[in-house]
């Protein structure tokens, strides 16, 4: 697994991706990889900003359209949101919100090798 200590936080979702997204090995046995519901980054870091039940400045300019307490439109921006984790686009800087090593090794596993619901 990789680990890195990227700063993450909330942002328009607009800056560009500097280069493809992280390597991953994916384990052999698909129980392996975790669960949307296992992934901590997601639930304890994205959700700050990118969560249907937040509106207006409490999104910190998260697109309203990218809610990722919801597992299909997650699913659908996975390798998105690895990549901008990898590049350190996201979060971005400034917002207080930072992603542990394990996090981001959970965040990088799930969403490059299957994004399991």
Do not use: K
Not at 44 to 67: F, I, K, M, W, Y
Not at 80 to 103: F, I, K
Request: glycine share 8%; proline share 9%.
């Amino acid at each position: 697994m990789l680990a890195c200590a990227i700063a993450c936080a909330c942002g328009d979702d607009s800056g560009t991706i500097e280069g493809g997204p992280p390597e991953v090995e994916c384990p052999s046995a698909p129980d392996e990889v975790p669960r949307f519901d296992q992934v901590d980054a997601i639930s304890q870091v994205c959700t700050e900003c990118h969560d249907s039940s937040l509106s207006g400045a409490s999104r910190r300019n998260a697109p309203s359209n990218l809610n990722f307490d919801d597992y299909d439109i997650a699913h659908a921006h996975a390798e998105r949101m690895a990549t901008e984790v990898y590049w350190g686009n996201m979060p971005p800087s400034g917002s207080g919100l930072t992603l542990t090593p394990d996090q981001i090794d959970e965040l990088f596993l799930w969403a490059m090798c299957g994004a399991p619901e």
